[in-house]
């Protein structure tokens, strides 16, 4: 099992409501990444848990909060977000962080801030 | 600062012949080099990896060279088909967890 399920696919949600992403692998993966991802531009790391723990925020604004349940869950919580947040967010898991490693990605879900 | 950078936004080929992707990066510090396939409204999907101690590897219908010292790497699709149309993502890593990605190149495959 090489998957990476995300819920939901779509979500449309306004500037002031509080919604959450998920992403589940059960690869044993110990590495996990949330991604951004605009129209026609490559995906742009956010957030790596490695071993549950946040191990690194590439500088991301407060209204997006990771959370890592168990080695198998990531959360994403969304709060008063901004139309400009709209993009496909991406989960993505690794056996670990570090080098040689490849990063298996989610389909995505698909955000419209209104 | 792009530090991977594929320069052929899009690359035309007709189905059964080569497609030649071609990636250039400038960091001497990466190690380890992925390619990534992307059809819309999905995710990338693994393609192919290449460490920095090989120049070749290869797998079914896809072969990634790297040139260390051109700082280059391509991807080769042989024979090219129709599914194989989708956006290719050249990424690049050194000893950590960061992957930097090129802007992608979007292949049409021709019947």
């Known amino acids: 099992d090489t998957e990476v399920t995300q819920t939901p696919k779509h979500l449309v949600m306004g500037m002031t409501n509080k919604k959450s992403l998920k992403c589940e692998q059960h690869?044993?993966?110990?590495?996990m990444y949330w991604y951004k991802q605009k129209a026609k531009k490559p995906p742009e790391l956010m957030f790596v848990?490695?071993?549950?723990?946040?191990?690194i925020n590439e500088s991301v604004p407060s209204r997006f909060s990771p959370e890592c349940p168990n080695s198998s869950l990531l959360n994403l919580h969304l709060h008063a977000l901004q139309p400009e947040d709209s993009a496909l967010y991406l989960c993505?898991?690794?056996?670990?962080?570090?080098?040689?490693?490849?990063?298996?990605f989610g389909p995505g879900t698909r955000l419209t801030v209104t | 600062d792009q530090q991977v950078k594929q320069n052929s936004p899009s690359l035309s080929v007709q189905e059964g012949r080569i497609s030649i992707l071609n990636c250039d990066y400038t960091?001497?510090?990466?190690?380890?080099f992925l390619w990534y396939k992307k059809y819309p409204a999905e995710g990338p999907t693994f393609l192919i990896s290449?460490?920095?101690?090989?120049d070749k590897n290869e797998d079914g219908r896809f072969t990634v060279f790297l040139n260390k010292s051109a700082k280059h790497l391509s991807l080769h699709i042989v024979p090219s088909q129709p599914g194989d149309s989708a956006v290719y993502f050249c990424?690049?890593?050194?000893?950590?967890?960061?992957?930097?990605f090129g802007a992608g190149t979007t292949v049409t495959v021709r019947a």
């Open positions: 690869m044993g993966h110990r590495a």
């Open positions: 290449i460490s920095s101690i090989k």
């Open positions: 993505a898991s690794s056996p670990r962080t570090g080098g040689g490693n490849e990063q298996y």
């Open positions: 990424a690049a890593s050194y000893n950590d967890y960061k992957l930097s």
């Open positions: 960091n001497s510090m990466f190690d380890y």
């Open positions: 848990y490695s071993y549950e723990k946040l191990s």
